[in-house]
């Protein structure tokens, strides 16, 4: 793999996974139509891992003081966690997380069955793109921005989980739809974020180990490993700061137009190239 497809591929990655156009729907149409190869199961798993340490360090405060909630610790008032964290809220978040990747895994688990045939349809990928523009086209309709975050409850965490379980399919975003469900049941902006990036730590971290089971030889150069790894991160960690300012400005379900036009180009592309082939 040459070193401007891992470059291109950790863009793709750490760009796509966090802003609302779905990272594996654009995996798949970069491989279809630039030739670029699927990469190999450790290459991928470390593109994920890239984008999990981006995860990390924007939450790094939220996330210490959860894990400090859940010992009994009571954590710092900090103003610059969004809504503070105490020793209940904390282990109540916590618990929010452990329950909404509950149906993450079983709707997950379904659709493995066959969510592997559908990567290699640009057609399949467009039609999904569709879904997650009107999925944001209908969240932008919701202008809760002064929703309190007691709103994210048990049900408010399984209905987003089983969506983050949808997100399994190709052009189905994660980022958007889980965002949007959440607020859609009325949840803060802002926090719908927060409780999204941090329900997606179990599920990748759950999905790498997955894909590290299978891993037999590792046939790639440890350059293109750290390199495509390095970048997801970087540029991660900027689409998680643009995605976060996205919110604030109200543009969030602006992507939608995005979707629907990549949705177009890649299905005319794809009858055009196969028309010619």
Same mark, same amino acid.
């Given at each position: ?96 997380? &452990?329950?909404?990747? #509950?149906?993450?895994?079983? +709707? =997950?688990? @379904? ?5 592997? /045939? !559908? ?102 150069? &440890?350059?293109?490993? #750290?390199?495509?790894?390095? +970048? =997801?991160? @970087? ?5 998680? /700061? !643009? ?35």
């Amino acid at each position: 793999m040459t070193i401007w497809k891992v470059v291109l591929l950790g863009i793709i990655q750490g760009l796509t996974e966090f802003l609302p156009i779905s990272s594996s729907g654009h995996l798949a149409l970069a491989q279809f139509f630039f030739g670029i190869e699927e990469p190999q199961l450790f290459f991928d798993v470390m593109l994920h891992v890239g984008t999990l340490g981006a995860i990390i360090v924007v939450y790094a405060r939220d996330i210490g003081h959860i894990i400090m909630a859940v010992f009994g610790r009571e954590p710092k008032k900090d103003p610059q966690s969004l809504y503070g964290i105490t020793k209940k809220t904390g282990r109540k978040l916590a618990l929010l997380i &452990i329950l909404g990747s #509950i149906p993450t895994v079983i +709707v =997950a688990l @379904i659709f493995s069955l066959f969510v592997e /045939k !559908l990567f290699v349809s640009p057609l399949f990928v467009s039609l999904m793109l569709v879904v997650t523009g009107f999925i944001l086209w209908y969240s932008g309709r919701f202008r809760n921005i002064n929703a309190s975050a007691e709103r994210l409850n048990f049900l408010s965490a399984l209905i987003i989980g089983a969506v983050q379980g949808l997100a399994t399919l190709p052009g189905i975003s994660r980022s958007g739809s889980t965002i949007s469900a959440a607020v859609i049941r009325g949840i803060n902006r802002e926090e719908a974020a927060r409780y999204s990036l941090l329900l997606s730590i179990p599920a990748i971290i759950g999905a790498t180990l997955l894909e590290l089971r299978d891993i037999n030889n590792i046939q790639i150069s &440890i350059t293109a490993i #750290i390199s495509g790894t390095v +970048v =997801a991160f @970087i540029v991660g960690f900027v689409s998680i /700061k !643009l995605l976060l300012k996205t919110l604030k400005t109200g543009i969030f379900s602006k992507f939608a137009y995005y979707c629907w036009i990549m949705a177009v180009l890649s299905a005319a592309g794809y009858l055009i190239k196969t028309v010619i082939s």
